[in-house]
Nanobody, 127 residues
């Protein structure tokens, strides 16, 4: 049984930073890409960032490029999302996701490419 457990969300002010963590278990973490998505109230879930299984490549949504950094520690089975210069529009529930395909040669950016999801962690940015 694959499990993804996010942590690190909270209430911060605009300009602050947060680091989200996602601990994975139940399969060989280091052979699957990982992603972060977010869903704001009344909106669809959107792609935020993703990292290849090897950790060698990353990809970001334009809205977070230059402010967010995704990374992974395969020894700890954990993926991170460092969020700097937070804005009120970053307010959302953030979800960690695990790729459907092992050793995918490219980075997955669509929801349908992810097989496993965490329960989500709330990030609220006040102005």
């Amino acid at each position: 049984q694959v499990q993804l457990v996010e942590s690190g969300g909270g209430l911060v002010q605009a300009g602050d930073s947060l680091r989200l963590s996602c601990a994975a278990s139940g399969r060989t973490f280091g052979t699957y890409g990982m992603g972060w998505f977010r869903q704001a109230p009344g909106k669809e879930r959107d792609f935020v960032a993703a990292i290849k299984w090897s950790g060698g490549s990353t990809y970001y949504a334009d809205s977070v490029k230059g402010r967010f950094t995704i990374s992974r520690d395969n020894a700890k089975n954990t993926v991170y999302l460092q969020m700097n210069s937070l804005k009120p529009e970053d307010t959302a529930v953030y979800y960690c996701a695990g790729d459907l395909v092992a050793l995918r040669p490219r980075i997955a950016t669509m929801e349908k490419e992810y097989a496993y999801w965490g329960q989500g962690t709330q990030v609220t940015v006040s102005s």
